[in-house]
């Protein structure tokens, strides 16, 4: 049988009976036309989905770009200036910084291109085109499959379209699905692999506030920086080289003087990286009950010993800055997320909503047939999930907390080809290189108090809250030989093993010959990864991968069932890492009773905040006398204040950091960097009335670049409207 793919050209047939979503959605470039276009220009938008998106003219996709590995990027200038935020160049940037350079304290800016620096690994990737795949990828598929047939006929014939498309094509490709599976795309793609770091501000600006303000409105961070896209003289992507030249893009962003105001339309274009939209009640619950509270507790007890060791070691602050900021800001997420879920009562809302759709389920033989069992098929599925998935976030949240059990993971396929009757020198050597580059990096920002004290902790913590059968046997040699002493036993592996010891482990790999496996396998750092890794692999690898398929299948007829139960209503798919279109517009909110939140933030709040004994509040002596001059030229705003960041009703989630805010004209007025805190859970359930994306409003972005570093020749660069 033929799969049905009416439910989507329905979609776009009824357009006329659409209810306004304005603020909620991740939309589809390329379907913008047919389903967003209309309320767009209702809402104020100047342009058309041409303008977007389009494949035989240049558009405003030709200069967004996926950033690294989880951002986003725009070009804003004709020579592929690539702005995006503070915190997604934040690596790179710390990278560069020594006692000596401190880039994450002091900024960095390039007086010209000479001295704009290199990143090796650092990709930005371009979208080129979007092609609708679903009929080629279901071509053989029908309803008497197994699930396994089912993925293994949909895995080769995404293959086939790659490997038929890439033959003929300088460009990459990928099939993603949508909706849950019921469609899929292909991304066609061009990545560009020399990227050079151009500016940054003080970390007093690009994290003003830091963990404190964090997910927090209203803000006042100038979370920016600057990179260049560099290509090969032919204009194409290309490895570093000091011959190649900055790379000329079909489009750039014009930059807009006029700002935001209260009710502006805007749209945001960018990368969210993950929306699960249309979960069940109960898998709402086990995120957001269940698992959450646990992961909070294990990062809030990292946060706790980072601070303590970072707060008095400049050093060991450089080294932590990256861990400190990833490992904080999901920590605050989740602490939102739960309780946006609470507040909007978004558990209880599904179950209503569950009996609703039983209600339509039961409405008929055809939907019995189709639809039938799958709320109490979620209901069971997610039952045997929960003791598994607790065990599984302790593997990622608590084990991999720990950094050199962590590290001593990647020595797993070096002991497997060594431990074998003729072992292979080629791949061994090829291995031990790998080793000796990862060994490198994980010593550089590698602290052994902190490990230490977090390794005591992390066991701890493991032992109390996960069932017996999922610890491995070392535990009892904790709870027997040490008495519980995680503390004694921490101090013991730390003092016997070389994983945390940088010369032994590159004394080892420097002379590694095949029997020296021995060695690595009696060590105990990696007797304990070991038997974690055993664990992960014997008791919930298997299980946990066996229940998600089931639960995959079941999201995937949920997933058309509620789009055949509701046929006027516009579904957007759950966001994937894919370029999407959001739009709403400039408004404050209420996040409780009698308080109300403007729209924008001004550098009179910096000031206001300002505390030199806490470090996220300190500021720069040459904004203080901008500031006092009140010396704002051409960027301030109409009322002679200069405007900071702005929140907006834009749907975004994690990956559209970076993002450009863009007008209804098509100008970029700000610079997308995070979400208020009481609207978090919009990856799960969005609440119009709290929901708020935050932006840096792009005119403070010019006056720290331009007034503040004195890098004036960039803003030459760019197009601005006045």
């Known amino acids: 049988m033929k799969l049905n793919k009416s439910i989507f050209a329905l979609a776009l047939l009824i357009i006329s009976r659409l ?64 702005l995006t935020n503070h915190h997604c160049g934040f690596g790179s940037i710390q990278k560069h910084s020594s006692i000596e350079h401190d880039y994450l304290t002091d900024g960095f800016w390039a007086m010209n291109k000479k001295e704009e620096l290199p990143n090796p690994g650092l990709t930005a990737t371009l979208m080129i085109e979007m092609r609708d795949v679903t009929s080629e990828i279901f071509n053989g598929v029908n309803d008497k499959m197994t699930e396994a047939e089912r993925n293994t006929m949909i895995k080769d014939n995404a293959n086939a379209l790659i490997l038929g498309f890439e033959k003929d094509s300088p460009y990459k490709a990928k099939i993603m ?18 990227i050079r770091l151009v500016g940054a501000p003080p970390s007093n600006i690009g994290k003003f506030g830091g963990d404190t303000d964090n997910w927090m409105w209203p803000r006042h961070t100038g979370d920016f920086s600057l990179f260049r896209i560099y290509v090969g003289k032919d204009g194409k992507p290309a490895e570093y080289s000091e011959d190649n030249i900055p790379y000329t893009p079909k489009y750039h962003f014009p930059i807009s003087l006029k700002g935001a105001k209260k009710d502006d339309f805007t749209l945001v274009f960018g990368y969210p990286a993950r929306t699960e939209e249309y979960l069940p009640s109960f898998a709402v619950e086990l995120i957001t009950e269940i698992g ?54 978004a558990i209880e809302k599904k179950k209503d909503y569950e009996k609703k759709f039983e209600k339509w389920v039961n409405s008929s033989d055809y939907t019995k047939n189709e639809f039938g069992g799958i709320i109490s098929g979620f209901e069971n599925y997610y039952s045997q999930l929960e003791p598994l998935s607790l065990a599984l976030d302790y593997f990622s949240e608590d084990v991999m907390a720990m950094e050199v059990i962590k590290y001593s993971f990647g020595f797993r396929k070096l002991i497997e080809l060594s431990n074998v009757k003729k072992p292979d020198e080629e791949l061994i050597n090829r291995e031990v290189e790998k080793l000796k580059r990862a060994t490198a990096t994980f010593f550089k920002d590698y602290y052994k108090p902190i490990d230490k004290e977090v ?61 020296d496996y021995k060695k690595l396998v009696k060590d105990p750092v990696y007797k304990i990864s070991n038997e974690y890794y055993d664990i992960y692999l014997s008791k919930l690898k298997t299980p ?60 009179e709040g910096i000031m206001q905040k300002e505390n030199p004994d806490i470090y996220d509040y300190v500021v720069e002596d040459r ?11 051409k960027y301030a705003d109409k009322d002679g204040s200069l405007h900071v960041a702005f929140v907006a009703s834009n749907h975004t989630s994690g990956g559209n950091s970076g993002s450009p805010v863009i007008d209804a004209n098509g100008n970029l007025i700000g610079l997308n960097f995070d979400r208020c805190w009481e609207g978090t859970m919009s990856d799960i359930a969005y609440d119009p009335n709290v929901c708020r994306n935050i932006s840096m409003d792009i005119r403070y972005f010019l006056f720290i670049v331009d007034k503040f570093a004195g890098a004036g020749y960039l803003v030459d660069e760019m197009d601005l409207v006045e």
């Open 19 to 82: 209810t306004v979503f304005a603020g909620e959605g991740m939309w589809i470039p390329m379907l913008l036309q047919e389903l967003n276009e209309k309320e767009m220009q209702e809402m104020g938008f100047k342009l058309s989905a041409e303008d977007v998106y389009s494949i035989n003219n240049s558009s405003m996709k030709d200069a967004i770009l996926l950033f690294g590995r989880g951002c986003t990027a725009e070009i804003i200038s004709k020579e592929g200036l690539l």
């Open 177 to 194: 699905p949508f909706y849950e599976g019921n469609q899929y795309y292909m991304i066609i793609t061009e990545t560009f692999k020399d």
């Open 292 to 345: 959450n509270p646990q992961k909070i507790k294990l990062r809030e007890t990292r946060l706790d010993i980072f601070t303590k060791y970072s707060d008095n070691n400049p050093e060991v602050r450089i080294k932590y800055a990256t861990k400190h900021a990833r490992v904080a800001n999901y920590w605050k997420k989740m602490i939102g997320e739960s309780a946006g879920i609470k507040r909007m009562s």
């Open 455 to 515: 390794t005591a902790k992390m066991l701890m913590y493991y032992d109390e809250n996960i069932d017996d059968l999922y610890k491995p046997e070392f535990y009892k040699e904790i709870n027997k030989k040490y008495k519980g002493n995680y503390v004694d036993y921490a101090n013991h592996i730390f003092e016997k093993s070389i994983f945390d010891d940088q010369n032994e482990i590159e004394e080892l790999l420097n002379n590694y010959k095949p029997r």
């Open 544 to 603: 946990i991968a066996n229940l998600y398929t089931k639960i995959d299948s079941l999201q995937r007829k949920y997933m058309k069932a509620q789009m055949e139960m509701e046929p006027g209503k516009r579904f957007y798919p759950n966001a994937n890492f894919s370029l999407r279109v959001s739009y709403g517009k400039v408004e404050g909110y209420s996040p409780k009773d009698a308080v109300y939140y403007k729209p924008f933030t001004t550098l």
């Open 623 to 633: 904004l203080k006398e901008l500031y006092n001059n009140k010396d704002y030229g």
